[in-house]
């Protein structure tokens, strides 16, 4: 059963992640590739990429839902790290506004991955418990949330706002090249689980199969 994947990465963009700015650009081209990859070995799959950036300046965009061949990698002028951190506002507008795109097609997947290197500090919009609840309805959906950090407690963090894998790594090259590649290998794993589940499906199978299924593979091993 012909099936798409839409992956969405959401990059800190606030000023303390200067001091990880190259390091950065080479973690979304990984990520980048990896999707590349999974497109390439699972035949059934169809991937887009949503890439965003955020910090108190606002959202800015680089991708929105394109289709990963059309995807080149980034570059340092890229990514221009300033001010805060109002991780519950991107998390909350970015995914609102690719579910109101997806919600009605059971044969979409969804994963969602976050890189900050900081607590939330500047959501005027979003609060913890309105993102917990806005995770906790998209996941019963099938949809997987991702969440890796640095120089903070990244654990009580993906707790709080009910992220099943989640990531804590060091302003390290080693520590972050490593973090890159649990992403790479996590999404791969992921992508070849959701591409079985929808070969057990038939045509016809109910929506409600569908996102049973897609429940079953995001709870699988991503990082």
Known sequence: MKNSVYNVVILDKSGSMS??????????NETFGSIRTAAKQNDGQS??????????????TIYKNTPIDEVKNISLKDFQPCC???????????????????????????AVTIITDGYENSSREFSAQSIKALIEAYKSEGWLFAYAGANHDVESVAFNLAIDHHLQFEKTD????KMSEAMAKGRMHWCANIQAAFNDLCEDSSPEEIK????????????
């Open 19 to 28: 001091d990880m700015r190259h390091q950065a650009v080479g973690c979304v």
């Open 47 to 60: 991937h887009f990429v949503t890439f965003v950036q955020f910090c108190n300046c606002g959202l800015h």
């Open 84 to 110: 805060g951190t109002p991780l519950y506002d991107a998390i909350g507008n970015v995914c609102t506004a690719l579910h109101a795109k997806v919600k009605n097609d059971p044969t979409i997947s969804v």
């Open 174 to 177: 080693d520590d972050i090249a």
């Open 212 to 223: 049973i299924s897609k429940q079953k593979a995001s709870k699988n091993f991503f990082f």
